[in-house]
C-alpha cells in the first residue's frame, strides 16, 4: 500500500518564462489507481484524496494509499469510477461514484454505501451514477440523474430537489461530473445548460445575477475565493469575470490568446494569481498586471486537464488523464509579487494524522471515538502515520512516543512507522508529530488514547477469585468431615445407647434372676448358690465392662476432669469397702485438658486396675493418688502403704499388669512399678498429652 | 407378722421390669403394688396401689423420671422414690434428688443391694454420692443464698457433713471423722434432703435446674 515514490523534477525549457519550475508527476506507474484523474479533495488532515476513473487514493506528497472496489467486500468503495469527492466536518469523505455515493470514515477506514436512498416517501436510486457531491452550510448535496439531493451528515434525512424546482422547463438538463462549487455565500453548480446558484433557499438559474453576470450564461468554470470573490468563465467571453459581492464590480480579464478556447477550470489563488485551464492547457493569469502567460503541463502528447486546485500554502494541484502534477509555483517572480514569496518563505508545518493501526500484524481500523482497546495477546501493536507535504515531499521529519511507556520522543524520517512489543497492561497516550524544518513542530501533533489489557490472571479480582475459590474449598472440605465425624459420632452415641439400654437392662435382668433363684434353691438345692453366685459375678463384670467402654466413647467425656471424677467414683467405692483412705491430689492444670477417646479409656482402666490392686492385695490403710502435669508431660502415681511385694511385678496379679503394660504402650507412655516389701507398692505412669 | 413394704416399678424396659418385679415378690418382707412400663397414669396408679416405695428408671418415654418424681412429690411426700439409672449421670441424679427423690441406685447395682436400698429409702434415706454432695453445697451457696432469710439454709453441722461426704467418706468414716454416731449422720442427711427438697420447690432451684442442670 505505501509505495515509496520517485518525484520527477521536469524542468520546462520551452516556456520563455518559468512559472512552473518544480513539477512533480504522480502516476500510475508510481502507485496512482489509474491515470485518469477526475477530482481532488484535502481533507482536514492535509492529505489529498485523488479520484481517478480506476480507483480512489490518498497522498500524502510521498505515499500513496489506494482503494478499490472489491467484488466480494460489500464494505469497500461502490464504484472505482470517481466523479466527485468532498469532506464534512466531521472527519466523513463523500465519494461521488459512477454507481452511487459511498461514504468514507477517514478515522476507522470503513465505507458506508448508498446504491439508494430514502428521500420523504420516495426511495431514489443513484446507481445511475452521481456526477458530484458537495458539502455546503452543513448539508451535503449530490447531484443525481433525477435532480439535487440533499442530506444531513453520512445521509440521513435526505430529500430531493427535482429538476422542476430546481430549473423550470429544464427537462433533459444534466450535472457536469465535478462541476460544483462552494462559496459562502452560495452553491454554485455547472449543468449542460447553464450555472445554477444555490443562494439560502432559493435556486437561481434564470436571468441577472447581477449587471455583467448573466447565469443562464453557458458557464463552463467557476471558482471562488474568500467569501467576496468570484471568478466565472463564460463561453462568450474570452476570459475570467471576477466578481466581487461586495462592491458589486464585476472586473473582466479577456486575453485575444483565450478567444475559441473553453476553460474547463478555473482556481484562484489570492492575492491576485488566477489560474485557468483549458482542456489541453494551462494558464497563469497576473489579475494586478492583467498579464497571462501560457505553460505547459506535462511532456505527455493529447494530456487533458480536469480540474486544477490550489491550497493555502501554495501548491497547485493539475488533475489530467495522465496522473496528477503538482507543485509550488512561487518561485514564478513576476515584478511587483512579493505576497507570493510570502506564501513559501512561511514555515510550512505539516499536520501529521494516524493512518493506520496494526495488532499482531493484523490491520485494525482506528475506533470511531475514545481509546484505542489493544489485547495483551496481541503482543505487537504498531501505529503507521503520515504527513501531507507537497512542497518538499520526503524530507519529512516525524517524532512519536507512547505516553506511559516511553520517557522521550522517538525520531524518525522515512519509516513512518512506530512499533510496541508486549506492552504492559495500562493506559497510554500515542503522540506524534512532524515537521520539515527541524525545530518547527506541528505540535501538539496528534494522539490517540491506547489501552492495554492484561491478561484475566493479572486483573486485581483474579486472586480475589482464587482466594475464595480455594477458602470455598478448604471450607467445604472441613464441612464435609465435620459432617462425617458428626455421622460418626451419632453412630457411636447410638450404640452406646443401645447397648446401655438393651444389653446392660438385659445383664442387670439375668443378675436380678439370679438372685431370685438363689433364693427359691437355698432350701432344696443348696449346691446350686456358689453357681447363681457365679453367674452374678460375671454379671457385674459384663456390667462393669460395658460400662466402661460406653462411658470411654461418650464425646461428653472428653475432659480430663470426668476421667478423674470417675476414677475418684471407683475408687471410693472400692477402697472405703476395704477400709482403705483415698487421697486425691489432682494439679488444676490438667483438668480442663482434653483426652481423645483412647487416652481416657486406657488411663482409666490403668488406673482402674492399679487402684483394684491396692484394694485386692495391699491390706493399705492410705492410697494416694497423684496427677501433675510439665508441659506436655502428665505424670499419675498411686502409692499405697500397704505390705508390697518382692520380685517381678508380672508375677504378681498375672494378666492385670500385663493388660496395664500394653495399656501403657498404647499411650505411649512409660508404666513403672515399684515394690518394697512391707513399704508399699508406687505405681506410676507418665505419658504425652 | 411386720407390715410388707408395698413396691411399685417404674421401667419401660421388659425384661428389668419383670425381673424386679419377680426380686420383689420373692422376698416376704416386700410386696410388689404394680409394675409399669411408663408414668404416664403415675398419679391413678398411686391412688390405686398405694405404694410405700417407688422404684423410677429417671429415662422413660413419655413421662420422664424427673417429671414424675415432681408430681408424686407435690401430691404424696411420704412416698419414697428411688431413682434407677444405667447412667451414673451426677446432672441428672441431682435433678430428681431436688425434685424429690430420696436415693438412687445404678442398675449394674448388685440384687441384693437393691433390696437394702428399698429397706434403706423406705425408714431413713439414702446415700449421697461425693458429686452429688458437691453439688448440693454449691446450690445452697450460690443459688439459695440471697433467699435465706424465707428458706433455710444448712446447718454448720450438715455443711461439714456434706464436705466430708465430697472426699468421698462413708457414712461411717464420717461419723468417726465428726465424733457422732453413724445414725445422727443418716439423720442430718435426711435434714439436708428435705431442705433440699423444700429448697427445689422454690422459683430458684426451679430455675436453676432448667438452666443450670437438666
Known amino acids: ?689 | 407378722m411386720e407390715k410388707r413394704i408395698r413396691v411399685s416399678v417404674y421401667e419401660d424396659s421388659n425384661c428389668l421390669r419383670d425381673s424386679l418385679g419377680k426380686l420383689i415378690s420373692a422376698f416376704p418382707e416386700f410386696e410388689l403394688a404394680g409394675a409399669f412400663p411408663n408414668a404416664i397414669s403415675i398419679l391413678d396408679n398411686i391412688a390405686r396401689n398405694k405404694p410405700d416405695v417407688i422404684l423410677m428408671d429417671i429415662d422413660m418415654p413419655s413421662v420422664s423420671g424427673i417429671d414424675a418424681v415432681r408430681l408424686v412429690h407435690a401430691k404424696y411426700p411420704e412416698i419414697r422414690v428411688i431413682m434407677q439409672t444405667v447412667f451414673d449421670n451426677n446432672e441428672k441424679i441431682f435433678a430428681s434428688i431436688c425434685a424429690g427423690a430420696v436415693g438412687y441406685m445404678l442398675k449394674k447395682t448388685a440384687p441384693a443391694d437393691i433390696l437394702d436400698g428399698i429397706r434403706e429409702g423406705y425408714k431413713v434415706g439414702a446415700p449421697i454420692s461425693p458429686s452429688v454432695a458437691l453439688k448440693i453445697i454449691s446450690m445452697f451457696r450460690h443459688h439459695v443464698a440471697p433467699v435465706k432469710n424465707a428458706e433455710p439454709g444448712l446447718s454448720d453441722r450438715e455443711s461439714e457433713i456434706l464436705r466430708h461426704l465430697t472426699k468421698g467418706l462413708s457414712y461411717k468414716m464420717v461419723a468417726d471423722a465428726c465424733s457422732i454416731s453413724i445414725d445422727t449422720v443418716r439423720f442430718h442427711i435426711k435434714n439436708i434432703y428435705e431442705k433440699l427438697h423444700v429448697h427445689s420447690v422454690s422459683e430458684a432451684v426451679a430455675k436453676a435446674i432448667n438452666e443450670r442442670l437438666v
Open chain 1, 1 to 689: 500500500m505505501i509505495r515509496a515514490l520517485c518525484i520527477c523534477l521536469l524542468l520546462w525549457l520551452a516556456c520563455p518564462v518559468t512559472c512552473w519550475p518544480q513539477q512533480h508527476h504522480l502516476h500510475h506507474g508510481l502507485g496512482l489507481s489509474g491515470d485518469d484523474v477526475t477530482c481532488l479533495c484535502k481533507d482536514h488532515n492535509g492529505f489529498l484524496w485523488i479520484g481517478t476513473s480506476q480507483g480512489l487514493n490518498r497522498f500524502d506528497g510521498s505515499n500513496v494509499t489506494t482503494y478499490f472496489r472489491h467484488s466480494a467486500d460489500k464494505g469497500s468503495l461502490l464504484n472505482n469510477k470517481i466523479n466527485g469527492i468532498c469532506e464534512d466536518t466531521s472527519g466523513n469523505l463523500y465519494i461521488a461514484t459512477a454507481a452511487g455515493l459511498s461514504v468514507l470514515n477517514l478515522r476507522t477506514a470503513k465505507f458506508i454505501n448508498f446504491r439508494d436512498i430514502d428521500a420523504g416517501s420516495n426511495r431514489l436510486s443513484l446507481s445511475a451514477g452521481v456526477a458530484f457531491v458537495v458539502y455546503f452550510e452543513g448539508r451535503i448535496y449530490a447531484g443525481i440523474g433525477s435532480g439535487l439531493l440533499e442530506a444531513g451528515p453520512l445521509m440521513t434525512g435526505a430529500q430531493l430537489h427535482d429538476w422542476g424546482t430546481i430549473k423550470p422547463g429544464g427537462q433533459g438538463v444534466e450535472w457536469t461530473n465535478n462541476g460544483a462549487s462552494v462559496s459562502r455565500s452560495g452553491l454554485w453548480m455547472l449543468t449542460s445548460s447553464g450555472l445554477i446558484v444555490k443562494n439560502n433557499s432559493r435556486f437561481l438559474s434564470d436571468g441577472k445575477l447581477t449587471d455583467h453576470l448573466q447565469i443562464d450564461d453557458d458557464i463552463s468554470a467557476v471558482c471562488s475565493s474568500g467569501d467576496t470573490q468570484y471568478y466565472c468563465c463564460p463561453s462568450s467571453f474570452p476570459g475570467v469575470i471576477v466578481y466581487n459581492s461586495r462592491t458589486g464590480v464585476p472586473k473582466k480579464l479577456g486575453f485575444k490568446e483565450l478567444n475559441d478556447e473553453r476553460i474547463i477550470s478555473v482556481c484562484c489563488q489570492p492575492p491576485g494569481k488566477i489560474w485557468l485551464a483549458t482542456s489541453a492547457r494551462l494558464y497563469l493569469i497576473n489579475e494586478v498586471a492583467h498579464t497571462l502567460t501560457a505553460c505547459q503541463v506535462g511532456g505527455a502528447p493529447g494530456l487533458r486537464i480536469s480540474q486544477l486546485m490550489c491550497d493555502e500554502i501554495g501548491t497547485l494541484f493539475i488533475a489530467t488523464s495522465s496522473g496528477l502534477y503538482f507543485g509550488s509555483y512561487a518561485d514564478q517572480a513576476s515584478g511587483n509579487d512579493t505576497n507570493a514569496w510570502q506564501a513559501i518563505t512561511d514555515p510550512f508545518v505539516p499536520r501529521v494524522a494516524i493512518t493506520g493501526i496494526k495488532k499482531a500484524g493484523i490491520e485494525t481500523p482506528l475506533p470511531a471515538v475514545g481509546n484505542l482497546d489493544v489485547s495483551y495477546k496481541d503482543k505487537i501493536v504498531s501505529f503507521e502515520f503520515a504527513a501531507a507535504d507537497f512542497l518538499d515531499p520526503g524530507h519529512t521529519m516525524y517524532a512519536y512516543t507512547l505516553e506511559g511507556y516511553d520517557c522521550d520522543w522517538n525520531f524518525c524520517e522515512g519509516r513512518t512507522i512506530a512499533s510496541y512489543k508486549n506492552l504492559p497492561e495500562g493506559d497510554y497516550v500515542f503522540r506524534v508529530k512532524a515537521t520539515t524544518r527541524p525545530g518547527n513542530w506541528n505540535t501538539p501533533g496528534h494522539e490517540l488514547g491506547v489501552h492495554v489489557y492484561g491478561p484475566f490472571w493479572k486483573t486485581w479480582w483474579f486472586p480475589a477469585l482464587c482466594c475464595l475459590a480455594v477458602g470455598v474449598l478448604v471450607y467445604g472440605a472441613y464441612y464435609l468431615r465435620l459432617r462425617q465425624l458428626i455421622r460418626i459420632q451419632e453412630i457411636r452415641n447410638k450404640i452406646s445407647r443401645d447397648l446401655h439400654d438393651d444389653i446392660g437392662s438385659a445383664l442387670s435382668s439375668i443378675a436380678i434372676y439370679g438372685e431370685v433363684a438363689k433364693k427359691y434353691s437355698s432350701e432344696k438345692t443348696p449346691e446350686a448358690i456358689p453357681v447363681l453366685n457365679s453367674l452374678q459375678e460375671t454379671t457385674k463384670v459384663a456390667m462393669d465392662n460395658m460400662n466402661d467402654i460406653v462411658w470411654s466413647i461418650n464425646p461428653g467425656n472428653d475432659k480430663f476432669i470426668t476421667t478423674i471424677e470417675r476414677l475418684e467414683l471407683y475408687a471410693n467405692e472400692i477402697l472405703n469397702a476395704r477400709g482403705i483412705r483415698l487421697h486425691f491430689r489432682i494439679a488444676d492444670e490438667v483438668k480442663d485438658e482434653k483426652l481423645s477417646m483412647q487416652h481416657r479409656k486406657n488411663i482409666y482402666l490403668i488406673c482402674k486396675e492399679a487402684i483394684n490392686n491396692v484394694a485386692k492385695y495391699s491390706e493399705a490403710a492410705n492410697c494416694i493418688v497423684e496427677i501433675k502435669k510439665d508441659g506436655r508431660n502428665v505424670s499419675i502415681t498411686i502409692n499405697d502403704d500397704g505390705k508390697g511385694f518382692c520380685g517381678q511385678a508380672t508375677s504378681l496379679g498375672g494378666n492385670g499388669i500385663n493388660n496395664m503394660k500394653s495399656r501403657a504402650i498404647e499411650l505411649k507412655g512409660i508404666l513403672d512399678i515399684f515394690s518394697v516389701s512391707g513399704s508399699g507398692t508406687s505405681l506410676s505412669l507418665k505419658f504425652l498429652l
